[in-house]
């Protein structure tokens, strides 16, 4: 497994089991995140507070995760399903 997908793995993996800390060690200072129903917000500490907010009003789990990787690295995605109580 590359780098990157074990990154991005690792994330997802965080995500599942509500562990902000883990998930924010996966992310870089200047992270820019797109709000599904929102603008873009930047930094660690918008991401924080999304989190916040998201733990709040609804629980979410990532099934049958796919994490695409281009050869260098450089690139990445990840698909999945997401079952929720909102």
Request: hydrophobic content about 40%; overall charge negative.
């Amino acid at each position: 497994m590359s780098p990157t997908e074990s990154l991005i793995r690792r994330y997802y993996a965080a995500f599942n089991t509500a562990d902000w800390s883990a998930m924010l060690g996966c992310l870089a200072g200047d992270v820019a995140h797109d709000i599904n129903q929102g603008g873009r917000e930047t930094g660690i500490d918008a991401f924080k507070a999304f989190l916040g907010r998201m733990e709040r009003s609804y629980r979410e789990q990532l099934k049958d995760i796919v994490v695409m990787v281009s050869a260098d690295g450089a690139h990445a995605a990840a698909e999945y399903v997401v079952h929720g109580e909102y």
